[in-house]
């Protein structure tokens, strides 16, 4: 069974930036289109960023400019580059095929301060 583990997460001010990980027990990146997502209290679980089993690559409207999702194939590893957070980005985030149909990680907690 494929395990995934998020890391990266902190506190941040305004402004601030943060690149989470996401490793992979297995080589599942180049053939699953695998996804962002975060939730954040009280609110249901999002999807932020997408990237295609080809590399190809989506974002929702509320990240789009901020943040980067890539990978490195050779660690199994997918990234999050956030830039210029803000408050409302504060959540968990995890990472998991854009089915969301993997086990879930712990994720990895990133709160912005205002």
């Known amino acids: 069974q494929v395990r995934l583990v998020e890391s990266g997460g902190g506190l941040v001010q305004t402004g601030g930036s943060l690149r989470l990980s996401c490793t992979a027990s297995?080589?599942?990146?180049?053939?699953?289109?695998m996804g962002w997502y975060r939730q954040a209290p009280g609110e249901q679980r999002e999807l932020v960023a997408v990237?295609?089993?080809?590399?190809?690559?989506n974002y929702a409207d509320s990240v789009k400019g901020r943040f980067t999702i890539s990978r490195d194939d050779a660690k199994i590893t997918l990234y999050l580059e956030m830039n210029s957070l803000k408050p409302e980005d504060t959540a968990v985030y995890y990472c998991?095929?854009?089915?969301?149909?993997?086990?879930w990680g712990q994720g990895t907690q990133v709160t912005v301060s205002s």
């Open positions: 297995e080589r599942i990146f180049s053939r699953n289109a």
């Open positions: 990237m295609t089993s080809g590399g190809g690559t």
């Open positions: 998991n095929a854009v089915d969301g149909r993997l086990p």
